[in-house]
């Protein structure tokens, strides 16, 4: 059995499981209960807990009332570290973090196994963040639960809406997709930048996230076309960036959480 142990812990987040715990349960108590239906997506933010932990933490908590039906987690982000064609799954067949271990549902990529953008493709999963720091969220939140893991490199929002849909499922099934706003503008022109993003995410308008406006625009720009096609609307969560939480204003990364439902 191959298992991927955590890249990022001890960085992003505590290598201690009950400081995890604890930090956690911290963010989840300070963020306000989500308005509306449960939600059959989210996109969550992607940084150091310090930084972007609190508004992740908005995502996770729109979960509470449907969290004993959730069994798969169908995870999209940004490649940071390899840059590839296509759309990759990794071999691992389990994730481990200070909390434990996640099993990674392999059987689901079987459904994926005739699209010429997906292939099996570890180098990109190395030391990947993006995915790895949504996981002590999910096992805090959740009950029994698998994922499935994917890496967006070069590809259109058509081709991951694609993947999406193949992997859709009914209510058992979360689609949460990872990523960050805008990077390393000052704290005023992060706020503009990231406020019409948030419209454009709000009007589920793909064409509108433009290369700066967020690290993971593609795989976000396939979950709202798919949302769009599945009549769901968007709840902005959450909007805030590190200026807010835990970094200074002459630099920030902004961070937003969303449910589609």
């Given at each position: 059995?191959?298992?991927?142990?955590?890249?990022?812990?001890?960085?992003?987040?505590?290598?201690?499981?009950?400081?995890?715990?604890?930090?956690?349960?911290?963010?989840?108590?300070s963020?306000?209960?989500?308005?509306?239906?449960?939600?059959?997506?989210?996109?969550?933010?992607?940084?150091?807990?310090?930084y972007?932990g609190?508004?992740?933490?908005s995502?996770?908590?729109?979960?509470?009332?449907?969290?004993?039906?959730?069994?798969?987690?169908?995870?999209a982000?940004?490649?940071h570290r390899?840059?590839?064609?296509?759309?990759?799954?990794?071999?691992?067949?389990?994730?481990?973090?200070?909390?434990?271990?996640?099993?990674?549902?392999?059987?689901?990529?079987?459904?994926?196994?005739?699209?010429?953008?997906?292939?099996?493709?570890?180098?990109?999963?190395?030391?990947?963040?993006?995915?790895?720091?949504?996981?002590?969220?999910?096992?805090?939140?959740?009950?029994?639960?698998?994922?499935?893991p994917?890496?967006v490199?070069?590809?259109?929002?058509?081709?991951?809406?694609?993947?999406?849909?193949?992997?859709?499922?009914?209510?058992?099934?979360?689609i949460?997709?990872s990523?960050?706003?805008?990077?390393?503008?000052?704290?005023?022109?992060?706020?503009?930048?990231?406020?019409?993003?948030?419209?454009?995410?709000?009007?589920?308008?793909?064409?509108?996230?433009?290369?700066?406006?967020?690290?993971?625009?593609?795989?976000?720009?396939?979950?709202?076309?798919q949302?769009?096609?599945h009549?769901?609307?968007?709840?902005t969560?959450?909007?805030?960036?590190?200026?807010?939480?835990?970094?200074?204003?002459?630099?920030?990364?902004?961070?937003?959480?969303?449910?589609?439902?």
């Amino acid at each position: 059995m191959k298992i991927r142990q955590p890249a990022v812990a001890g960085l992003f987040y505590p290598a201690d499981s009950r400081a995890l715990r604890a930090q956690i349960e911290g963010f989840l108590r300070s963020a306000k209960p989500a308005p509306g239906p449960p939600p059959k997506a989210l996109v969550s933010p992607h940084a150091g807990y310090a930084y972007s932990g609190p508004v992740a933490a908005s995502a996770y908590r729109a979960l509470e009332s449907v969290a004993d039906r959730i069994r798969r987690v169908v995870m999209a982000g940004p490649s940071h570290r390899v840059g590839f064609r296509g759309i990759a799954y990794g071999e691992a067949e389990r994730l481990h973090t200070p909390l434990g271990a996640v099993e990674v549902e392999h059987g689901a990529y079987a459904a994926l196994a005739d699209l010429p953008q997906v292939r099996r493709y570890e180098a990109p999963f190395e030391g990947e963040h993006c995915l790895e720091v949504q996981l002590p969220f999910l096992q805090m939140v959740l009950g029994r639960f698998s994922v499935v893991p994917l890496l967006v490199g070069e590809a259109t929002s058509e081709e991951v809406a694609e993947v999406l849909e193949r992997l859709w499922g009914g209510e058992e099934t979360l689609i949460l997709i990872s990523s960050d706003l805008s990077h390393y503008l000052d704290y005023r022109s992060a706020r503009e930048r990231d406020a019409k993003t948030t419209r454009a995410i709000e009007g589920l308008l793909p064409e509108a996230i433009s290369y700066d406006d967020a690290c993971g625009r593609v795989p976000l720009a396939g979950l709202l076309r798919q949302a769009r096609r599945h009549g769901l609307h968007a709840h902005t969560l959450d909007l805030r960036n590190s200026g807010d939480t835990a970094g200074p204003h002459h630099q920030v990364v902004g961070y937003g959480a969303y449910a589609f439902a």
